[in-house]
């Protein structure tokens, strides 16, 4: 059974600070792992992709990839207010469909 | 460019009522797939599509739910009948190609509840 498993939170970071989001998963075999944030009452919007080991950067946001260690993460620099959500991570393995897993609340306090 | 549009956003509906909701693709994505979010379950994926034909409907809950997708702009979700259970936000995504390398878009989702 592949899976994806997050910290449910919630994750309270003050304003200004770094938010480490972080994800692992159960299949070697995957091959490329995205970010979704959701607001409240919202559908999930894709924020990042990331498809090799190392670091992907966009903005105030970091993914980074470790497969050897099934791990991935997400960064959010100068965390805002307007970046409280929760963020969801997915994993493609070697299918079509999606995994994801149950979310991170992230809340950034002013 | 006009993302996922899904219809109608809202529907509340009575115990054994018949429930149709409604997905349009981005233009030129040819996969299609229909989730499910409850608070207790999370995202389940029910049913997804490459080029207008189902492939896998492993998540499809039981045979009161069944998926269509008559031509490449236009897909349904159909529930007969309907249970409280049924109650929960459904999301239709879609994605340029098939496979997992591919990024899905998610449409505003239909939050159905079920009296």
């Known amino acids: 059974q592949k899976e994806v498993e997050q910290n449910s939170g919630p994750l309270s970071v003050p304003e200004g600070a770094i938010a480490s989001l972080n994800c692992t998963y159960s299949?070697?075999?995957?091959?490329?792992f995205f970010w979704y944030r959701q607001y409240s009452g919202k559908s999930p919007e894709l924020i990042m992709s990331i498809y090799s080991n190392g670091d992907k950067e966009d903005g105030r946001f970091t993914a980074q990839l470790n497969k050897a260690s099934q791990y991935v993460s997400l960064l959010i620099r100068d965390s805002q207010p307007s970046d409280s959500a929760t963020y969801l991570c997915a994993g493609g393995f070697n299918t079509d469909k999606l995994i994801f897993g149950t979310g991170t609340r992230l809340q950034v306090f002013p | 460019d006009a993302g996922v549009i899904q219809s109608p956003r809202h529907e509340v509906t009575e115990m054994g009522q018949e429930v149709t909701l409604r997905c349009k693709p981005i233009s030129g994505h040819n996969s299609l797939f229909w989730y499910r979010q409850t608070m207790m379950r999370g995202l389940e994926l029910l049913i997804y599509f490459n080029n207008n034909v189902p492939i896998d409907d492993s998540g499809m809950p039981e045979d009161r739910f069944s998926a269509k997708m008559p031509n490449a702009s236009f897909s349904t979700l159909k529930i007969q009948p309907s249970e409280p259970r049924d109650s929960a936000v459904y999301f239709c995504a879609s994605s340029l190609v098939g496979g997992a390398w591919n990024e899905q878009f998610f449409g505003p989702g239909t939050r159905l509840t079920v009296l």
């Open positions: 299949d070697r075999g995957s091959q490329s």
